[in-house]
């Protein structure tokens, strides 16, 4: 009986179930591997931002810019009532008190023509731009009957036009305005109050009762910044146009507003964007007392980004490490148990830290060289190792030449989903099932409770 036990156990640690069982439980303890893989994609992806966000901060940040803002000081009063505790009277005070009232152009069109460029820092890139952006457009008269505040108590004599703004260090020159014939050179002012954490230029004080008109009065400045990341305007204007031209070929539109699809054009050589935003279209008007709101939520504009970084595809293919584990394992269990060839867990164990290798070459050499090349590179090693290793163990010619098809076969599907994005988990879906259907067919004679020996 005891013999007979022993005889029981002996054969199923030698049946297909049981292998099956050991080589699933080795694809599991090979996941802890893949996992340090992972973070380390992770961590070189954390240096890879913190050298860009050091590039960026030393040629020039993400500009936001939105002006020109008519700010016109005016008077208004306060009263106070008091009681003279000695005389028991009614005492009246009258203070004045001055605030600001902030007029947007009744027209606003803004040029842009946006150079961008790489620049490196060892194994890092990060785009970079310069930008040259004009501004033009007119004013009509400021209207403060809607405040019933009286002409006297305007001081048209000490208006100053702002512009909201950031990144002002990279400021590459002087900036004037054109206001009514007249130039006006803006300077920086240091603004605790701003709801929006920009930085102001503005300029001196303005007689504008001199300068305006009835009619319109015409303004115009030009600007140029370098920067990094992104470019974002408001569109202030009761009309506002905007035209931006680059050579950057793959633009990411951001904001409130998308440019016209019509007359949008995007190629290798760079893209033209054009916008037109009425007052209607945002739920801000044309004149604003007492304090400019944050106003970023109605920007709009163009992200200077690469599309997918060498980290993140690097990342999207060791997501799928454990399925290249299973599949490889799997295939050479059916090799297995169709050919009656006995395979050690040991050798298992090798395959799988070979397949696991395929991910540090691979980041490895991408930080030198593309991503395309990297993959094929990797690839190449790694199937011609698993290949070779294969003709030791299965001591013919047919079966390692199957193997490293299906290898060639499956890195090849992989490196199609990395790059596709919209299509992604289609093609992936698709390719698993004709996977799983191969696997159904070809192991649909497989007696899985008799052992191999």
């Known amino acids: 009986m005891e013999n007979s036990g022993n005889h029981s156990v002996f054969n199923f640690f030698q049946s297909n179930t049981a292998k099956m069982m050991m080589v699933g439980l080795l694809t599991l303890i090979l996941l802890i591997p893949l996992e340090f893989v992972k973070n380390l994609i992770t961590?070189?992806?954390?240096?890879?931002?913190?050298?860009?966000?050091?590039?960026?901060?030393?040629?020039?940040?993400?500009?936001?810019?939105y002006g020109p803002i008519l700010k016109?000081?005016?008077?208004?009063?306060?009263?106070?009532?008091?009681?003279?505790?000695?005389?028991?009277?009614?005492?009246?005070?009258?203070?004045?008190?001055?605030?600001?009232?902030?007029?947007?152009?009744?027209e606003l069109k803004v040029?842009?023509?946006?150079?961008?460029?790489?620049?490196?820092?060892?194994?890092?890139?990060?785009?970079v731009?310069?930008?040259?952006?004009?501004?033009?457009?007119?004013?009509?008269?400021p209207d403060f009957s809607s405040k019933e505040i009286a002409n006297e108590d305007i001081q048209w004599n000490k208006a100053t036009i702002l512009i909201q703004t950031t990144n002002l260090k990279s400021i590459k020159e002087e900036v004037k305005i054109n206001f009514g014939n007249t130039k006006f050179t803006f300077e920086p002012v240091y603004e605790t109050s701003s709801k929006d954490n920009t930085e102001?230029?503005?300029?001196?004080y303005i007689d504008l009762g001199k300068?305006?008109?009835?009619?319109?009065?015409?303004?115009?400045?030009?600007?140029?910044?370098?920067g990094s990341q992104q470019i974002k305007m408001v569109?202030?204007?009761?009309?506002?146009?905007?035209?931006?031209?680059?050579?950057?070929?793959?633009?990411?539109?951001?904001?409130?507003?998308?440019?016209?699809?019509?007359?949008?054009?995007i190629s290798d050589n760079g893209f033209v964007a054009n916008w037109k935003i009425l007052h209607i279209n945002r739920s801000f008007s044309q004149q604003i007392f007492n304090d400019l709101p944050d106003l970023r939520q109605y920007a709009f504009g163009v992200d200077f980004v690469i599309p997918v970084n060498q980290y993140q595809q690097n990342i999207r293919a060791s997501k799928y490490g454990f399925m290249v584990i299973g599949l490889t394992f799997l295939i050479f269990f059916l090799i297995q148990s169709i050919s009656k060839i006995k395979i050690h867990i040991f050798q298992y164990s090798m395959i799988g830290l070979a397949l696991i290798m395929f991910y540090t070459l691979l980041i490895s050499i991408t930080e030198h060289s593309s991503f395309m090349k990297a993959y094929i590179i990797s690839g190449i090693a790694v199937i011609s190792l698993i290949t070779l290793y294969s003709f030791?163990?299965?001591?013919?010619?047919?079966?390692?030449?199957?193997?490293?098809?299906?290898?060639?076969?499956?890195?090849?599907?992989?490196?199609?989903?990395?790059?596709?994005?919209?299509?992604?988990?289609?093609?992936?879906?698709?390719?698993?099932?004709?996977?799983?259907?191969?696997?159904?067919?070809f192991s649909r004679k497989i007696d899985w409770n008799n052992s191999n020996s």
Request: overall charge positive; aromatic content about 14%.
């Open 43 to 65: 961590e070189r992806s954390q240096r890879q931002q913190e050298v860009i966000t050091e590039i960026n901060d030393k040629w020039g940040e993400s500009v936001f810019i």
């Open 72 to 106: 016109v000081p005016y008077t208004y009063y306060e009263e106070t009532v008091s009681i003279n505790e000695k005389t028991k009277e009614t005492v009246k005070q009258r203070k004045a008190y001055t605030n600001f009232a902030y007029f947007f152009p009744e």
């Open 111 to 127: 040029k842009s023509k946006v150079t961008t460029k790489l620049l490196n820092r060892n194994n890092y890139e990060s785009v």
């Open 129 to 141: 731009f310069s930008s040259k952006m004009k501004f033009e457009g007119h004013y009509i008269q």
């Open 200 to 204: 102001a230029l503005e300029t001196g």
């Open 211 to 226: 300068i305006l008109n009835n009619g319109k009065t015409s303004f115009g400045f030009d600007i140029t910044y370098n």
């Open 235 to 265: 569109p202030i204007g009761k009309t506002t146009q905007a035209n931006m031209e680059s050579n950057w070929a793959s633009p990411s539109f951001t904001g409130n507003f998308l440019p016209d699809d019509k007359t949008k054009k």
């Open 392 to 441: 030791a163990i299965l001591k013919n010619r047919k079966f390692p030449m199957f193997i490293g098809v299906s290898l060639s076969s499956l890195y090849t599907f992989l490196y199609v989903i990395i790059q596709l994005e919209n299509y992604a988990l289609l093609v992936g879906s698709i390719g698993l099932f004709a996977i799983l259907a191969a696997v159904m067919y």
